[in-house]
């Protein structure tokens, strides 16, 4: 196999580790796909996530707007309304994501078997 | 945004989870990138990745030949030399590892700006 640099395989890392942390975690992933398929006011959100809880979802999905992956718009109306969308930008993801399933997909023949 | 369907969505879920488990873990993508730099050998390895105990670069070995991504040869020689090899398969990851890399790279820029 050929040998691959050290400085070239290193400087992976970083931005490797980055992509990870914005969707490795266990919930990101859920919850971006929730928005994507137009949930948009909290409860729905987390009613369409088995086992999220309230707290939980509150943080990633600060989390998720520190990232620009999603928008929290206060709407004015009475009762206040919050709405949360998926952003342009985290669609940027979807390409990441198919690499991942792809790959997965590949794997589970690689390990079990046509 | 367009929508997504629900059940398009779902169904990436666990294969995008079984690739994150295979690479998605702290030191996985260290030894790999080990390997493929030319590191076979136990010692070589561990002294290439700064801070990881014997025992657990001994239980990432044994996970990563299950998972067919590196081969454990034991030498026919005086002193048994054991060498560690990354597999043809294991190069497969590469284009993951590149998505998720140039994806790294672009949100640094889109999060911090240029």
């Known amino acids: 196999m050929k040998k691959v640099e050290h400085k070239e395989c290193l400087s992976a890392l970083l931005p490797v580790r980055d992509t ?16 994507w398929e137009g949930n ?9 996530i088995p086992k999220i809880s309230s707290k939980v979802l509150a943080k ?3 989390d998720m707007e520190e990232h620009h992956l ?6 004015d109306e009475y009762p206040v309304q919050i709405e949360y969308s ?4 985290s669609k940027t993801l979807r390409r990441v994501i198919t690499e991942l399933r792809d790959w997965g997909v590949n ?3 690689e390990i079990f078997g046509q």
Request: hydrophobic content about 40%.
């Open 20 to 35: 990870l942390d914005v969707i490795g975690g266990k919930w990101k992933f859920l919850i971006l796909i929730s928005l």
């Open 60 to 62: 990633e999905l600060k």
């Open 40 to 48: 948009h006011r909290f409860r729905e959100i987390e009613r369409s």
């Open 86 to 89: 998926a952003t342009e930008y």
């Open 70 to 75: 999603i928008t929290r718009t206060v709407k």
């Open 107 to 109: 794997h589970r023949k």
